[in-house]
């Protein structure tokens, strides 16, 4: 494995179809999907000459938590789906890494026992975000709270890009629409009468508003990041609203079709919190240069969705490690070649767009 395309490969060879295009797949003609990666190939690097360091600090701190390396597992669902050990041997795997895992609140292991796992491997400073849908019930969305607070997790995640469920049709061909037996959303177990770890119990709700974010900062203490907000303004009502962090995310291009890359819209969203809370990024992460060319355009650490899946596919907690350590040699590997010796030293002169004929007045084409 030397590549996060061989894991996508080895991923598919080994999977169901049905849960390898659950994975792959995005909403509609997931023209989001690819416009994720394509953006990062759009863009190049302009390297510094001449200002060498004998290593690179790739370690941050990200709203009080510790990461040894700008790259954090983005929150992904199911992850027994595809591994016996699902989430535990994925949060092992970030564990030993020393970077931030964000449980998934449609984890296949509840996330006490995700962080017990991933204390067993890399100590008490193990670092557990944890992802949140707003459930209209609030008293459940408070039992949630506490279940990640108690837990251990240091942050809050609020996915609000999913006022309804965006259509995949790769899954709607497949007939998939909920877990094989067996397997359950486990967070979600007893909180409703007659009902446990469905995943239709998890209520995508077209209500919500900023009210509910009011809400939750009053009932916790806890950082809150916003995972999925797109449009500048919302990224300042959110400074507004006391949020924490941003996680600009389109949900890897599976709910809303047609909305721009991530990486097409950081300069914005940047400009627009203008440094009072720390912008993250995922879609599309899949080369150390990629995440070097988005802490150079302002986001303070990227996410993985998709690779993690594949990693652990292939290889269980073996393969995200290996995943993890492969991102961290590329993005090391990068930092040198551009002459930066950490991650301050990476500012927008070192991107610029693609070359194209219209930069000599379109003489050339
Ligand atoms: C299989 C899968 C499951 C996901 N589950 C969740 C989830 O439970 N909650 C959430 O907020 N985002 C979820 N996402 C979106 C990811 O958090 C992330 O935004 C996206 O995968 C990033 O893009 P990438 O896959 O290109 O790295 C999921 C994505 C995938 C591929
Ligand atoms: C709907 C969730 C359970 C999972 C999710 O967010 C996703 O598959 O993108």
């Avoid at 009053?218 to 941003?246: M, W």
Wanted: proline share 5%; charged share 20%.
């Amino acid at each position: 494995m030397l590549t996060v395309h061989d894991f996508e490969t080895a991923a598919r060879a080994k999977l169901d179809p049905v849960f390898a295009d659950f994975i792959a797949g995005g909403a509609r003609d997931e023209i989001t999907v690819r416009a994720n990666e394509t953006a990062f190939g759009a863009l190049r690097l302009l390297p510094r000459a001449l200002r060498g360091s004998a290593a690179r600090e790739l370690g941050t701190t990200l709203l009080g938590s510790r990461a040894s390396m700008p790259i954090l597992l983005s929150p992904t669902a199911f992850h027994k789906l595809v591994d016996p050990e699902g989430e535990s041997a994925t949060a092992r795997a970030a564990a030993a890494t020393g970077t931030i895992m964000i449980v998934s609140m449609a984890s296949t292991v509840a996330v006490g026992e995700i962080a017990d796992a991933a204390r067993a491997a890399g100590g008490p400073t193990a670092q557990l975000w944890f992802q949140l849908y707003i459930q209209p019930d609030l008293e459940i969305t408070e039992t949630l709270v506490r279940r990640a607070t108690d837990a251990g997790c240091t942050a809050l995640v609020v996915t609000v890009d999913s006022p309804v469920l965006g259509a995949n049709e790769r899954n709607r061909r497949n007939g998939f629409h909920d877990l094989p037996a067996g397997l359950r959303c486990e967070n979600l177990r007893d909180l409703r009468d007659g009902e446990s770890g469905h995943v239709r119990q998890i209520v995508m709700s077209p209500e919500l508003n900023w009210g509910h974010i009011d809400w939750l900062r009053e009932i916790t203490s806890l950082p809150i990041l916003l995972k999925g907000v797109l449009h500048p303004e919302d990224a300042r009502l959110a400074v507004r609203h006391g949020v924490d962090g941003l996680l600009l995310s389109n949900h890897g291009g599976r709910q809303l079709d047609t909305v721009p890359a991530t990486l097409e819209l950081l300069p914005e969203i940047t400009a627009a919190v203008a440094g009072r809370i720390p912008v993250l990024l995922d879609g599309g992460v899949r080369r150390g240069t990629d995440v070097v060319k988005a802490l150079a355009l302002g986001a303070a650490a990227v996410g993985i969705g998709r690779p993690v899946m594949w990693a652990l596919a292939e290889g269980g907690e073996k393969g995200v490690r290996r995943l993890l350590e492969l991102l961290r040699e590329e993005l090391d590997d990068t930092l040198a070649l551009c002459g930066a010796s950490g991650l301050n030293d990476l500012t927008p002169d070192l991107v610029r767009p693609a070359w194209s004929g219209r930069l000599f007045g379109g003489a050339v084409s």
